[in-house]
T-cell receptor, first 109, second 113 residues
């Protein structure tokens, strides 16, 4: 069983719509949760971090964490073609970071 | 400018020829880490370091070595590279307390023939 699971996609949404990206994790001891955006051939870029249950908003992005369900999600409002990328979910336990394989998002103009 | 740098950015080498990929950060981060990224497998942690002289294995450490003699530098050493180490490598760093968001270097694309 993968420790951090994401749907590989592609997830296609029209410009201006809400994109919803999901991630589940297996280690209940996980303490920190991150979303990264990665363009092809480039390095991952941090979008959001979340540490406690609930929602955290930053501009067009909202991260949601539910530790009981071991679930973290990312909502992108008013999606733009420039948001087309692979989104990586990362989970940190005591010392290690575990990444999901990423969800490819396509925003259609 | 706060950044993580890696060198070289691209490297083609042959099986068995020792190589070192350097990583340096200027953010005074305690935690540094190396990842490899392969299609369909995502980012996998090779080694990490909690601070100077403190290193530990990640999920895929076989065939790699690291050292942390200075806080800012964390080189990755392949003593006898093999073709299955052909990959895209990223170095990352973060604080160990408070917000521990990792910041990534630009990546090193390694090809072992």
């Amino acid at each position: 069983q993968k420790e951090v699971e994401q749907n590989s996609g592609p997830l296609s949404v029209p410009e201006g719509a809400i994109a919803s990206l999901n991630c589940t994790y297996s280690d209940r001891g996980s303490q920190s949760f991150f979303w990264y955006r990665q363009y092809s051939g480039k390095s991952p870029e941090l979008i959001m971090s979340i540490y406690s249950n609930g929602d955290k908003e930053d501009g067009r992005f909202t991260a949601q964490l539910n530790k009981a369900s071991q679930y973290v999600s990312l909502l992108i409002r008013d999606s733009q073609p420039s948001d087309s990328a692979t989104y990586l979910c990362a989970v940190k336990g005591t010392y290690k970071y575990i990444f999901g394989t990423g969800t490819r998002l396509k925003v259609l103009a | 400018e706060a950044q993580v740098t890696q060198n070289p950015r691209y490297l083609i080498t042959v099986t068995g020829k020792k190589l070192t990929v350097t990583c340096s950060q200027n953010m005074n981060h305690e935690y540094m880490s190396w990842y490899r990224q392969d299609p369909g497998l995502g980012l996998r942690q090779i080694y990490y370091s909690m601070n100077v002289e403190v290193t530990d294995k990640g999920d895929v450490p076989e065939g790699y070595k690291v050292s942390r003699k200075e806080k800012r530098n964390f080189p990755l050493i392949l003593e006898s590279p093999s073709p299955n180490q052909t990959s895209l490598y990223f170095c990352a760093s973060s604080f160990t307390s408070g917000g521990n968001e990792q910041f990534f270097g630009p990546g090193t694309r390694l090809t072992v023939l």
